[in-house]
């Protein structure tokens, strides 16, 4: 509803200036208005009637103690920091559906994909936990025993789930690959500067080409291989699409203020970042509508078919990128069982456990993702995709 102060003030200035004035002015207003958009201080019933506000009474903002886990994804990290997630940062797959559903509406069936892979790649598939930082014995039922097994490494793990060329994370080549880097926070701001301040889809695509690009010149193991580099270009699009205060599209605006408390960086007064603990912005209300597997693998087909980030990997050298020999991937059907089919054809070289068990992590995941992905009208496992990993893993290990 409009305020009364603004009707009032319509009202005068509609007696005050002939038509024309009046469509300049108006425009002048809509201008400001913009601006001020753009600059986090927007009206947020305005944009958002209808929408949940976030986080609610019962969810207040703790800093993590030093037994609780934070790992690469700010969205789970945040989750955790308000209780929509259990504090202590080790999860099940149940906690992760309602937790992402209360927290930013994500829909069940994309929830229950990624907590299966984690719990899979990085995590105890018997006790059904994972931790979403570092390996830590409260995952599995063997406790600290687990390691003579094979180690659960938590979200933090490298090549499971956990990536190269992420947005605002080094590569694990450079050592730490889930901590905030406050340099690389300031690249992405830079590239929303380009669309006036706005964290927009195109921002974060010219964000992933940057940042495939930086990783070819500067990490001789670079790999952008699924399942992981498809994860990493879908989080990308997870920054416009649920951080967005508000539905994107629908009167979301990703700007500076609801971007920075996600990814808790806090600006210095020289300019420079640093980091501290993720939380909710002020004023901030979840998208309106669930966001689906099939709306996760649209927006990664998208980057992928708009900006030059083909998947593969360094042969061992800065620069010498080796793309995948896989067919175009140019429909959403074709992504989707792409990326079924990349959990079957790669766990082997990347899953997080002894090789007496890979069999198992195998079928079990498959037989609770088929049918996630049975809409998508995938055929049997293409078993040439294995020969195509194969090749890319040889080339890595300089054999
Ligand atoms: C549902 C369970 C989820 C799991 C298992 C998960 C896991 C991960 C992992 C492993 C990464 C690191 C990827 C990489 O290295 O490139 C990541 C990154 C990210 N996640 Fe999540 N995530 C989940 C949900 C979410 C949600 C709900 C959001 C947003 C609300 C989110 C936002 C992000 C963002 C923005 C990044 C990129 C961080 C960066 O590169 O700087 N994630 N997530």
């Known amino acids: 509803m409009m305020k009364p102060y603004l009707l009032l003030a319509f009202v005068s200035f509609s007696y005050a200036f002939p038509t024309s004035s009046w469509d300049q002015l108006s425009h002048r207003l809509m201008e400001t208005r913009m601006k001020r958009d753009i600059h986090g201080r927007q009206d947020p019933v305005a944009v958002v009637t209808g929408l949940t506000q976030i986080p609610d009474a019962d969810h207040p903002f703790m800093a993590p103690g030093p037994t609780d886990q934070r790992g690469p994804c700010p969205g789970l990290n ?187 960086a806090q600006l210095l007064p020289n300019g420079s970042y640093q980091f501290v603990p993720e939380r909710f912005p002020d004023n901030w209300y979840r998208r309106g509508t669930p966001f689906t597997l099939l709306d996760g693998i649209g927006q990664i087909l998208d980057f992928y078919s708009t900006r030059d ?50 069999e198992q992590v195998i079928s079990s995941v498959v037989s609770v993702v088929d049918p996630l992905f049975e809409n998508f009208g995938c055929p049997a496992f293409n078993a040439s995709e294995t020969q195509a990993y194969a090749a890319i893993n040889e080339l890595q290990n300089g054999s």
């Open 78 to 264: 945040v989750l955790a920091n308000h209780g929509y997630l259990p504090r202590s940062g080790i999860v099940t797959q149940a906690d992760i559906v309602s937790g992402v559903s209360e927290g930013f509406n994500m829909a069940p069936d994309l929830a229950g994909f990624l907590s299966l892979v984690s719990i899979a790649y990085d995590g105890d598939l018997v006790t059904g936990k994972f931790s979403i930082g570092g390996p830590d014995s409260r995952t599995s039922l063997l406790g600290a025993l687990q390691n003579i097994l094979g180690v659960e490494g938590g979200l933090d793990y490298h090549a499971g789930i956990e990536g190269d060329a992420s947005a605002t994370r080094d590569d694990a080549y450079f050592g730490d690959d889930h901590t905030m880097i406050p340099e690389l926070y300031a690249q992405m701001k830079s590239i929303a500067a380009n669309y006036g301040g706005l964290y927009t889809l195109e921002a974060m695509k010219d964000l992933q080409q940057l940042r495939h690009q930086q990783s070819v010149q500067t990490n001789p193991t670079f790999y952008f291989v699924p399942l992981a580099s498809a994860l990493d270009i879908g989080a990308k699009a997870f920054i416009t699409v649920f951080f967005t205060n508000g539905t994107y599209g629908d009167g979301g605006v990703p700007n500076e203020e609801s971007i920075s408390s996600f990814f808790g």
């Open 309 to 358: 980030i083909p998947f593969g990997g360094n042969a061992g050298a800065v620069n010498t990128f080796e793309p995948l020999d896989i067919p175009a991937l140019t429909n959403v059907n074709g992504m989707a069982c792409f990326i079924r089919d990349a959990i079957q054809a790669n766990v082997p070289s990347s899953v997080s456990q002894p090789i007496q068990v890979v």
